[in-house]
C-alpha cells in the first residue's frame, strides 16, 4: 500500500466521520440544505486555492464565513425562508466561480481530489476532524434541545445564541475540510446522506448519532478504496458509496413493517 | 407564618411587532399557590409565561425568588419526526437521572418500559403527559403550563388535571396555569388573572370572577356559571 493512499485514506476517514457526525445534528431543523449553498459558496476559494497553490480548505473557509453571514443577515433582516436564502447564496457562488475558473482546474473545484493531498494538510484535516468532533459531542444534546423548541432550551437556562453560533463555525469547518475530498457541489451529500441512513436504521438518539459517524467513516473508505480500484475521482464515489448504504437502510425499514 | 414570595411582577409591559401584547400587569405568586391565567385567544396568556421565562423582552419588573428551579411544560410543540429520539433520550437531555425519570413517568402513568419508546411513535395525548413528566424531573419549585390539554382529547383532558392535582399534592410545588378553560379555574387555582391585554381581575376566583368582569374579559361570548364545591 503506498503512503499518498493511505494518507488520502487517513484524511477520508476522518473527515467523513467528522461530517457524518455533525450532519445528523443538521438533519433536523433542515440544517443539512444549508451545506449545499454553502458548498457552492466554496468554490471560488477553491478556485483561487488551486490557481495559486495553497489548500483549498483555507481558500474556502472564509468563504464559508462568509456565506453563513450573509445567511444570518439575512434571515435576521427579512425573515424569509432559510431555503430561499440559501438558494440566493447558493447561485452567487456558482456564478462568480465561473467567471474566473480555468476549465482544468473545473474538476478538482466540483468534486473534489484528496488524491494529492500533501503531509501537512493531511495532519491539519485530521487534527481539525478530530477537534470538529470532540466540540460537537460537547454541544450535541443542547442542539437537540434547541432543535425541538428555543423555548425549552431557554427555560433550561441554555445561551441559544452561543450555541447556535459554535454550531455555525462547526458547520462552516466541515464544509471547509469537506469541499477538499468531495468538492464544492457535494458537500452537502457528505453531511446529509450518512445521517439520513443512521435514522433510518436507529432507534434512539446514541445509535443515530454514533450510525451516521460510522457511515460517514464506511462512505469514505469505500470510495477513496474504489478510486484506488477504477481510478475515478474519489469524491463522486464517497457520495455513491453513502448513497448506497442510504438505499440498504431504505430496504432495511420496508421489511421492519 | 406568613408564605414565601417566588415571583413578583410589577407593571409589566410587552410589546411585539410595535403592538402591545401585556399592559400594567402586577402579581405575585406564593409558594404553594396555583396561579391560573385566563382569557380569550391572542389576549397574551402565552406572551405572559415566555416574559416570564426570559424569552420575550419587556418593560417593568419580574422578580423571581432566588435560585428557583422553574419547568416549563410549552402549549405545544411539533412532534419530533427528523431524528429517532426515544423518551430516555428526550429526559436525557435534561440531564435527568434513570430512576428519577422512571419515577416521574410512573407518576404520570407510564409503564417503565415506555423509556425505549420513540417520541414520534406516541400519540398527542401521551406525547403531552411525556411534556409534563418533562417538567417535573428535577424538581422545580414552581411549573408553568401553557395550555396543557390543547389538541388532547376530552378523556386525557381530565386524566392531565387530576394529575396535576395530584403532582401538587405530592410534590409542594407552586402552578402557573394558562387556559381559556373557565371550569379549570375553578377547580384548581388559589387565584386568577382574567387577562385581556390589560388585567381585567386579579385574586381568588370565587371572589373576583364576576359577570361583569367576565363579560369584559370575553365581551359578552361566555355563559357564566359559578362553581359551588
Known amino acids: ?13 476522518s473527515v467523513g466521520g467528522a461530517a457524518g457526525y455533525l450532519g445528523s445534528l443538521m438533519l433536523s431543523r433542515r440544517m443539512a440544505l444549508v451545506a449545499g449553498p454553502l458548498g457552492h459558496l466554496t468554490l471560488p476559494g477553491i478556485a483561487l486555492g488551486l490557481m495559486y497553490g495553497f489548500d483549498v480548505s483555507l481558500g474556502a473557509f472564509p468563504f464559508v464565513i462568509f456565506g453563513i453571514v450573509l445567511i444570518w443577515l439575512f434571515e435576521m433582516r427579512t425573515k424569509l425562508p432559510m431555503e430561499a436564502l440559501t438558494a440566493v447564496v447558493f447561485a452567487s457562488g456558482v456564478a462568480i466561480t465561473f467567471l474566473f475558473l480555468p476549465i482544468e482546474q473545473a474538476e478538482a473545484t466540483l468534486v473534489g481530489d484528496i488524491s494529492k493531498v500533501r503531509f501537512g494538510e493531511a495532519i491539519i484535516s485530521v487534527v481539525l476532524a478530530l477537534l470538529l468532533f470532540l466540540v460537537v459531542k460537547k454541544i450535541y444534546s443542547k442542539i437537540v434541545l434547541i432543535n425541538i423548541s428555543e423555548e425549552l432550551a431557554l427555560s433550561e437556562g441554555i445561551n441559544i445564541k452561543k450555541y447556535n453560533l459554535i454550531y455555525l463555525g462547526s458547520i462552516a469547518l466541515i464544509v471547509a475540510l469537506g469541499v477538499k475530498m468531495v468538492g464544492g457541489l457535494l458537500t452537502a451529500a457528505l453531511v446529509a446522506i450518512p445521517a439520513s441512513a443512521a435514522r433510518n436504521l436507529s432507534g434512539n438518539l446514541a445509535q443515530y448519532a454514533f450510525g451516521a459517524m460510522v457511515i460517514g467513516i464506511i462512505s469514505s473508505f469505500l470510495g477513496i478504496f474504489f478510486f484506488k480500484l477504477t481510478g475515478f475521482p474519489a469524491g463522486p464515489l464517497i457520495i455513491l458509496a453513502s448513497t448506497l448504504i442510504f438505499l440498504i437502510s431504505l430496504i432495511s425499514i420496508t421489511f421492519r413493517k | 407564618m406568613e408564605k414565601k414570595f417566588i415571583l413578583k411582577v410589577r407593571n409589566l409591559n410587552v410589546r411585539l411587532d410595535h403592538q402591545s401584547i401585556i399592559e400594567n400587569l402586577s402579581f405575585e405568586v406564593k409558594r404553594g399557590d396555583t396561579l391560573t391565567i385566563l382569557g380569550p385567544n391572542g389576549a397574551g396568556k402565552s406572551v405572559l409565561l415566555k416574559t416570564l421565562l426570559g424569552l420575550i423582552s419587556y418593560r417593568g419588573e419580574i422578580e423571581w425568588a432566588k435560585a428557583i428551579k422553574i419547568g416549563y411544560v410549552p402549549q405545544r410543540l411539533p412532534f419530533i419526526k427528523d431524528i429517532p429520539l426515544s423518551i430516555k433520550d428526550f429526559f436525557d437531555l ?5 430512576k428519577e425519570t422512571e419515577a416521574v413517568l410512573t407518576s404520570v402513568r407510564f409503564r417503565e418500559d415506555f423509556l425505549r419508546k420513540k417520541i414520534g411513535d406516541l400519540s398527542s395525548g401521551q406525547f403531552q403527559r411525556v411534556l409534563i413528566a418533562w417538567g417535573l424531573v428535577r424538581n422545580p419549585q414552581i411549573l408553568l403550563f401553557d395550555e396543557p390539554t390543547t389538541g388532547v382529547d376530552v378523556s386525557a383532558e381530565e386524566t392531565i388535571y387530576n394529575l396535576l392535582a395530584k403532582l401538587k399534592g405530592e410534590r409542594d410545588l407552586t ?46 361570548e361566555v355563559g357564566y356559571y359559578q362553581h359551588k364545591h
Open chain 1, 1 to 13: 500500500m503506498d503512503n499518498q493512499f493511505l494518507l488520502s485514506l487517513i484524511v477520508g476517514i
Open chain 2, 175 to 220: 402552578i402557573l396555569l394558562v387556559t381559556h378553560d373557565l371550569s379549570i379555574v375553578y377547580k384548581f387555582s388559589t387565584d386568577v388573572i382574567c387577562l385581556n391585554r390589560q388585567p381585567i381581575c386579579y385574586g381568588p376566583p370565587q371572589e373576583v370572577l364576576t359577570p361583569e368582569s367576565l363579560q369584559r374579559l370575553y365581551g359578552g
Open chain 2, 94 to 98: 435534561k440531564r435527568s437521572p434513570e
